[in-house]
């Protein structure tokens, strides 16, 4: 039986010989840590827990595709098809590191994920878009304590830039350059350019009371940063702490911001900043293209969801009856 740690520890992924194509036991010293590159990190945890889960539900490694489908089966009683549908791509990265036979390939297995997308459907529950008027009810009741000032800044910067909360966490103060026009945000690594090729993203001065550069500036002069990580963790007394902030702590900031304004917590995340952002512009009328130069998205499929729900608003034909 192979651990969730050996399969999916980026170092062993490549070492695990179990048959005379894997990969050998030994790499050079560069092979290595290019392989260990070769995943990003938060990509080498999911991996690990969804290994885990299999085996703490009593599967092994390498499994068979009765196994499988079994494990799919009772799965489909609690959990999301997505959710599903992501531990069935773990477990096949998992035989692939092991040159064993995938089972996720087996028509057994793709029949059971065809019948448990009948069964239970296959649409997500998304995050809410955070939109403008919203946004700023909500910037409205922050306050100018310390924390107030990080989360202001934390919260028009991830909206202006249509950020994931992992990029929005990975900002260092060398990332942006302040123009005369406002500022130009580097992106280095995101979830579609794991290779780094990076994008620059033109933030604006804000034309209201709410302006991102200015939020953003009063943070980095109230905490007294210069170089290094922008947004960074605090305590429960409103200290600040030399670590960088997590994308859950993200999270955690736009629920409890949105829930002191008196929206519903549940139904927002840090997505909601990026998904906030596209929806709000294409209401304004900015263009596609013009939009996925901020967000990043390389083709109009990707931005479709984020635009479906103004689509179906415009030119209604209930609209013209009614």
Partial sequence: MMSAERLTDAGNLARVPTSQNALPDVLPADV??????????????????????FEAAGRQLPATPETVAAYLA?????????????????ISKAHRAISADDP??????????????????????????????????????????????????????????????SELVALDVADIAFTNQ????????????????????AMPFGRTRHCPIAALKRWLEVAGIETGAIFLGMDKHGHILPERISGEAVSDVVK??????????????????RSGFATSAAMAGATSYKIRQVTGHRSEAGLAPYLRTVDLFDDSAAARVL
């Fill in 182 to 201: 406002g500022a130009l945000v580097t992106i280095r690594k995101s979830k579609t350019d794991q290779e780094g090729a990076g994008r620059e993203i």
């Fill in 104 to 165: 996720t390939k087996s028509e057994l297995v793709r029949s059971t994920l065809r019948g448990v997308r009948r069964t239970l459907g296959v649409k997500q529950r998304q995050a809410q878009a955070l939109l403008r008027d919203d946004l700023f009810a909500i910037l409205d009741r922050i306050g100018d304590r310390t924390k107030d000032v990080r989360d202001r800044a934390m919260l028009l910067l991830g909206w202006a830039c249509a950020l994931r909360r």
């Fill in 256 to 273: 409890l911001r949105v829930s002191s304004a008196g929206y519903d917590p549940a139904v927002f995340s840090a997505h909601s900043l």
């Fill in 32 to 53: 290595e840590r290019l392989v260990a590159a070769s995943l990003a990190d938060a990509t080498k945890r999911a991996y690990r827990l969804d290994i885990a889960h």
């Fill in 74 to 90: 009772e799965g489909a009683e609690t959990y999301a098809v997505a959710t599903l549908q992501r531990r069935l791509a773990s």
